[in-house]
């Protein structure tokens, strides 16, 4: 008996705790099977709603098809792998500076409380405020182009890396440190042997929310002060009602999010298996 035949064998009693249950128990291929289900159901019913019944203007919201159809239009015209270049660039440059600024700030912030009165309430600052406030600045100091964008970017990737870093050294267990000064660790091994590696799940939460703002931010800083990149794609389609291409590259943006998210896990996965053991 599979999996799936046995949860509808077990009748309408299941509840929610056997279905995470057996969601917990497929493997990686039988999880994306059942995401791949959900997905194509949710786009059947999509095109049936707008494509089919027209309960919803196309011109505001595209059927699924037409999509599809302004996703091959601006791969045949050529601007999606433009803007997509230009994009490419100004978020791996950002997010690149980000990771090489926030982590040793962040470990500074964690290890030293007077780093942490003098850094932490300006990082707090700066990150509580919202990322388009940057932007006319952004264009007054970098000038036209690239330059805004990477700047975004950065800081939009910066602060969950760098306060994340610095929550995890802080929530080190003084016993691990007891331990490790009892057995004559200088500060270099305290920092190598018991900090890093209880600030490891932090640094990757850190990096998986970075991923996510990094490209909100590369999106708004196209959008509004750049011509060219898919932030400036999606508003100049959005303007001459282009709906599908606008679709189109909206779901890019957003695939390429969710991909650098989970390479992010992968990553976690290989570095540090000890994380995924605990969360289980």
Sequence with gaps: MSAMSAIFASGPNIGR????????????GGRAAVLAVEVLLLLVVWQLVVGVWGLVNPVFFPAPLDIARGFGELVASGSLAANAAISLQAWLIGF??????GIPVGLLMGGSLPVDKVVGPIAWTIYATPTI?????????????????IFLVTVSALFPILLNVAAGMRTTSPSLLRAGRVYGASRFELYRKVFLPSTVPFLF??????V?????????????????G????????ANTYQTDQAFAAIFVVVIWSVSMTQVVSLVERWTAPWTRKARR
């Design 133 to 149: 406030a940057y932007q006319p600045l952004s264009k007054a100091w970098f000038g036209f182009g690239i330059g805004p964008v």
């Design 205 to 210: 939460a850190g990096l998986r929310q970075a």
């Design 17 to 28: 705790r056997g279905l995470a249950s057996w969601l917990a128990g497929l493997s990686a």
């Design 230 to 237: 898919m932030g400036a794609l999606i508003i100049k389609a």
């Design 96 to 101: 690149a500076l980000a990771v090489v600024v």
């Design 212 to 228: 996510v703002l990094a490209t909100i931010g590369m999106v708004v800083a196209e959008m509004t002060g750049s011509s060219s």
